[in-house]
């Protein structure tokens, strides 16, 4: 499957909402909710709001996962830009990604279905990407980037969506 | 909306009837729901998720995680959905090639093994 890693350089994001929030699986839902509710407000069509809903979800899953694994201590960032043509989203982490469990690319989804695994692997069942792969499976612009807020550390995932004119 | 859970039997299936979000917050309560399950020894589940507000990847790795452990004792694990948001990550991640599912739990319940 094709990467969606890529290496331009990072954007200027003036931010209509930004939010920072504690890495902890409670706050994803809020995000989820604050995302859709801004989506709503810029114009993005009511039928892709579930599909912005899980695409911001996603991503915040992956960052409080990495976080919580690496740095608790530090927030989650996500970023919403009310655009003229777009919706953005922005969802940067600070974790690590040289530990080779999660470098951006999109996880081979039959790892998901592959159910041959032993009881060893019951517990976490959710490969390593799955989460990129259904982002980019929902979201036609999407990018992944090296570096977090401030520096190299963590990865940036950015993504967006029409609003009517 | 929080996750809500209930189980009931018919026969020799055990229907489990999901309401509200599965993500990451809520899906350990679900995966605890199932691993009680079978060790209860209940092999052949009914996942009813017509009530299902919202399923995330986490969502679908505890279900992937049930099947595994259903299958470990030559069990069962049937979902019920209708809901084209909810099916649609089934698709996107190919799992629709890996979980029966049915479009009422009667039809889930019926369904021949």
Known sequence: ?165 | MDLSLSTRTEGDRTIVEVGGEIDVYTAPRLREQLVDLVADGKYHLVVDMERVDFLDSTGLGVLVGGLKRVRAHDGSLRLVCTQERILKIFRITGLTKVFPIHSSVDEAVNAAE
């Open chain 1, 1 to 165: 499957m094709t990467p969606i890693l890529t290496t331009r350089p990072r954007k200027v994001d003036v931010a209509t909402v930004e939010l920072r929030f504690s890495a902890l699986p409670a706050h994803v839902r809020t995000a989820r909710l604050v995302a859709a509710a801004v989506a709503r407000r810029s114009g993005v069509d009511e039928a892709v709001l579930d599909e912005v809903r899980l695409a911001v979800g996603e991503a915040c899953s992956r960052a409080v996962h990495l976080h919580r694994r690496f740095c608790p201590d530090r927030p989650v960032t996500v970023t919403l830009v009310d655009d003229p043509e777009a919706f953005r989203v922005v969802v940067a982490d600070e974790a690590p990604v040289d530990d080779g469990t999660d470098e951006g690319d999109l996880a081979d989804l039959t790892d998901l279905t592959d159910l041959s695994g032993g009881a060893a692997d019951l517990d976490d069942v959710v490969p390593p990407g799955v989460g990129l792969a259904v982002i980019a499976g929902l979201v036609d612009d999407v990018t992944v980037e090296q570096g977090g807020p401030g520096g190299a550390q963590g990865m940036t995932v950015r993504m967006s969506w029409p609003t009517k004119v």
